[in-house]
């Protein structure tokens, strides 16, 4: 079974509370979503491998480490995905971006692709699936399944708020995939918004409704 990882760092947290709120507008909310993501992604990479090379100081010449240049992938399912893109980069700059675009089947109510647009080199790099929510499951599930169909081998997940349901379906239905979430909320209501949560993610990210 893949690893579960509730961020509790005080800053990432603090910033969470201000997204919550609904008095918390577009302009702000976007810049806090991003700032978010940027230290989600510090926590995220924690384990990336390190090589030695060898640097000259203005003092001696010394070994150091760099990362050992692993190719990273950040895939934002569409739309509310996208807000979290650039925090990540910021710390990721070489990261290449995938996208993955959804929809609701109305027969089955299920997720159907309708756009999946991933970087070549897909199986020599390691992935990080974003979303902010992480309500039923369903698009994160689909949006992994759609990445391993291409040849992904290597994927995480990464969202802001994730609800039960969500994570026991994901965590099903994909073992091998590690779930990182800065906050894990009570439940999902009957219109599978999350609870307490955050209200539609994409409206408050783009000022839509
Ligand atoms: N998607 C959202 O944007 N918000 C929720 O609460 C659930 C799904």
């Known amino acids: 079974m893949g690893k579960v990882f509730v961020f509790d760092h005080p800053l990432i947290q603090h910033k969470l509370t201000y997204i919550r709120q609904k008095e ?60 979290m893109v650039d ?19 109305p027969k089955t109510l299920k997720p159907v692709e ?18 902010p929510m992480l309500a039923t499951g369903g698009s994160a ?25 969500g994570v026991k379906t994901l965590e099903e239905a994909h073992p091998d995939v590690d779930i990182y979430i800065a906050a894990l909320d009570e439940k999902l209501n009957e219109k599978g918004y999350i609870v307490p949560g955050l209200g539609d993610a994409g409206d408050r990210l783009f000022g839509t409704k």
């Open 24 to 83: 918390t507008g577009t302009k702000e909310f976007r810049e806090l979503v991003d700032e978010i993501a940027t230290l989600m992604a510090f926590e995220v990479t924690r384990d990336l491998p390190l090589t030695d090379i060898e640097i000259e100081t203005p003092i001696c010449k010394t070994k150091a480490k760099v990362l050992t240049g692993k190719k990273l992938g950040v895939v934002p399912i569409l739309r509310a995905g996208i807000g």
């Open 114 to 131: 309708y756009y999946v647009k991933l970087p070549t080199d897909i199986e020599e790099r390691d992935f990080i699936v974003v979303d």
């Open 141 to 165: 599930v689909e949006a992994i399944h759609a990445l391993k169909k291409r040849g992904a081998k290597h994927i995480m997940f990464m969202c802001l708020i994730a609800a039960p349901e």
């Open 87 to 105: 925090g990540i980069l910021k710390l990721i700059p070489n990261a290449r971006v995938g996208h993955v675009g959804l929809y609701r089947d």
